[in-house]
């Protein structure tokens, strides 16, 4: 299973970014996968997900209304649209999954267990 994150990069605080995630070895189906990021010195936070059981999402209270998650399963490839940036948003971004086939733990605290390199995201004042 390999997933290779793109799309970020260095944007002005209310500008837009697109993540894709590419995913290899991996079927999304009946899986949960999506987005967690982590800032410097801070934990991981859990930003989005969406199951593979029945497609629900889950966005964390600081990105919800401002950052869309979708995935193409022909493509293998899973997104986030993030709009309205805000400088609190610059975190490395981690394209991540639950590898419990059939799990329906998106947004039930830790829902990963699986993540890429990830992508830098920064957003400037």
């Known amino acids: 299973v390999q997933f290779v994150e793109s799309g970020g990069g260095l944007v002005q605080a209310g500008g837009s970014f697109r993540l894709s995630c590419a995913a290899s070895?991996?079927?999304?189906?009946?899986?949960?996968i999506g987005w967690f990021r982590q800032a410097p010195g801070k934990e991981h936070e859990g930003v989005s997900c969406i199951s593979g059981v029945d497609g629900s999402t889950y966005y964390s209270d600081s990105v919800k209304g401002r950052f869309t998650i979708s995935k193409d399963n022909a493509k293998k490839i899973l997104y986030l649209q993030m709009n309205s940036l805000k400088p609190e948003d610059t975190a490395i971004y981690y394209c991540?999954?639950?590898?419990?086939?059939?799990?329906?733990?998106?947004?039930?605290?830790?829902?990963?267990?699986?993540w890429g390199q990830g992508t830098q995201v920064t957003v400037t004042s």
């Open positions: 991540a999954a639950d590898l419990t086939y059939g799990s329906r733990n998106c947004g039930r605290g830790k829902w990963y267990d699986f």
């Open positions: 070895g991996f079927n999304f189906d009946r899986y949960v």
